[in-house]
T-cell receptor, first 114, second 116 residues
Framework: GESVGLHLPTLSVQEGDNSIINCAYSNSASDYFIWYKQESGKGPQFIIDIRSNMDKRQGQRVTVLLNKTVKHLSLQIAATQPGDSAVYFCAENGRGNQGGKLIFGQGTELSVKP | GAVVSQHPSRVICKSGTSVKIECRSLDFQATTMFWYRQFPKKSLMLMATSNEGSKATYEQGVEKDKFLINHASLTLSTLTVTSAHPEDSSFYIC????????????FGQGTRLTVV
């Protein structure tokens, strides 16, 4: 996704509710996608990944959905907790790109209200 | 899991001086390391790709003479911000990868650079 010049979107949810964070990626040739969580002043932390031959993958309390038709990725967090408050980024590794070379989306700031 | 350590976590330097940031892979050999820059409330922007033993590949618009990258070993890459100016103040983050295929990258904790 294009992030230059845009402010970070925000999402505010009540503790215990489910959160859905969306991301539009740019390269239709990308075949590997990752969601990262970034807390203030820290580096990104891996949450979950998905390859382009899948449309859904589940982890602990998290689910990633991939819609290649519209180049859309979403992260669902079940029973959101205060510790989930952070900025969430999707990242893509375009086909043919060097392993680990990631292009990051805009990011969404998740705020969890107690 | 793979651990990447970045040092220092914070640095303040005077305008005109140079600052070196280190990125180390602690428990694996990183054939490739990446350097990102992040402005407040913004996404990570890839600056350059660093392959061990060869010259770094810089993204468009990144000044290679301003941001010197060295990847002399499989566990260490350094980013030197030369003749730093206040506009170079930013959060710099490295990541490391070990294969040539599709893979996640492991990130350091970032370095907050402030140029005064």
């Amino acid at each position: 996704g294009e992030s230059v010049g845009l402010h970070l979107p925000t999402l505010s949810v009540q503790e215990g509710d489910n959160s859905i964070i969306n991301c539009a990626y740019s390269n239709s040739a990308s075949d590997y996608f990752i969601w990262y969580k970034q807390e203030s002043g820290k580096g990104p932390q891996f949450i979950i990944d998905i390859r382009s031959n899948m449309d859904k993958r589940q982890g602990q309390r998290v689910t990633v959905l991939l819609n290649k038709t519209v180049k859309h990725l979403s992260l669902q967090i079940a029973a959101t907790q205060p510790g989930d408050s952070a900025v969430y980024f999707c990242a893509e590794n375009g086909r043919g790109n060097q392993g680990g070379k990631l292009i990051f989306g805009q990011g969404t700031e998740l705020s969890v209200k107690p | 899991g793979a651990v990447v350590s970045q040092h220092p976590s914070r640095v303040i330097c005077k305008s005109g001086t140079s600052v070196k940031i280190e990125c180390r892979s602690l428990d694996f050999q990183a054939t490739t390391m990446f350097w990102y820059r992040q402005f407040p409330k913004k996404s990570l922007m890839l600056m350059a790709t660093s392959n061990e033993g060869s010259k770094a590949t810089y993204e468009q618009g990144v000044e290679k003479d301003k941001f010197l990258i060295n990847h002399a070993s499989l566990t260490l890459s350094t980013l030197t911000v030369t003749s730093a100016h206040p506009e170079d103040s930013s959060f710099y983050i490295c990541s490391a990868s070990w294969t040539g295929g599709d893979t996640e990258a492991f990130f350091g904790q970032g370095t907050r650079l402030t140029v005064v």
